[in-house]
């Protein structure tokens, strides 16, 4: 062959290298073992979700023989039925000296439950306030705890909180309703809601078979002579007035 016709390419030439990178190169290019790390660890360190907040009902109350109180703890397992509510068991502090209460042979009363200050309804979302009957109101243990209150009423601390009330009295004509509606006063004048149940018991509400505590404004329970324990009606109905309650609350909330 002549000149110029076709070189053999000579062996001495250096092969061609690429002076840049392309873009899939970078993409596709191995992450350094320190990278990896750090992003490992910043997985690991990732702030966990934020818990849920539940909505409190405080559920206050006193009672002396425990026919209240047994209203109560029922009345909580009806609020914590409610998703996203959670209720909360106070006394009120009692005001008769020990030895008076030796003498009326009061049993001791339950270390579980913590007895409330006044300050610490300010931290309840909905509130139920059960006591037994004195004449046809309130017992005076209950009442010096709402007389207490008198700094919350004058910066009306509780002014639109749901409330209402459970009972407890000796006889049927002993003041199942009365001693509900007396204390509606003070609800009134803390510009609280008052939030009876009504009939929302259903059938219920009209059953004559057995003797049963409660009327539409709130659960109730006889105690006789002291001796007769709440029936199963008188619980159920306290137990439907804790999710009456924690869903109205919660509706309230959400609206």
Not at 44 to 66: D, W
Not at 163 to 184: C, K, L
């Given at each position: ?41 910043t997985a690991n ?10 909505l409190k009902i ?198």
């Amino acid at each position: 062959m002549g000149k110029g016709a076709g070189c053999v390419p000579s062996k001495k030439r250096p092969p061609a290298v690429r002076t840049e990178n392309s873009s899939s190169d970078v993409k596709n290019a191995p992450v350094a073992i320190e990278e990896r790390s750090v992003e490992i660890e910043t997985a690991n360190n990732a702030a966990p979700p934020p818990a849920e907040v539940k909505l409190k009902i405080f559920i206050v109350f006193y009672s002396m023989y425990g026919h209240v109180e047994s209203l109560a703890r029922r009345i909580k397992k009806g609020v914590d039925g409610i998703d996203g509510v959670e209720g909360f068991l106070y006394r009120v502090p009692e005001t008769l000296p020990h030895e008076v209460l030796e003498m009326m042979q009061v049993p001791p009363k339950n270390e579980d439950i913590p007895v409330i200050t006044a300050e610490e309804l300010t931290e309840a979302d909905g509130i139920l306030f059960g006591f037994p009957t004195r004449f046809g109101s309130m017992a005076a243990q209950m009442k010096a705890f709402f007389d207490s209150t008198g700094q919350l009423w004058k910066e009306q601390k509780l002014a639109g909180k749901p409330a209402g009330f459970f009972v407890s009295t000796g006889t049927q004509g002993g003041g199942q309703e009365t001693t509900a509606w007396t204390a509606i006063t003070q609800l009134a004048h803390h510009g609280m809601l008052f939030v009876p149940i009504g009939y929302t018991f259903g059938s219920n509400m009209f059953k004559m078979e057995e003797i049963r505590g409660g009327s539409p404004y709130g659960a109730g329970v006889y105690a006789g002579d002291g001796s007769r324990i709440a029936s199963e009606i008188e619980l159920a109905l306290a137990e439907h007035q804790g999710k009456y309650l924690a869903s109205t609350v919660k509706k309230i909330v959400q609206a």
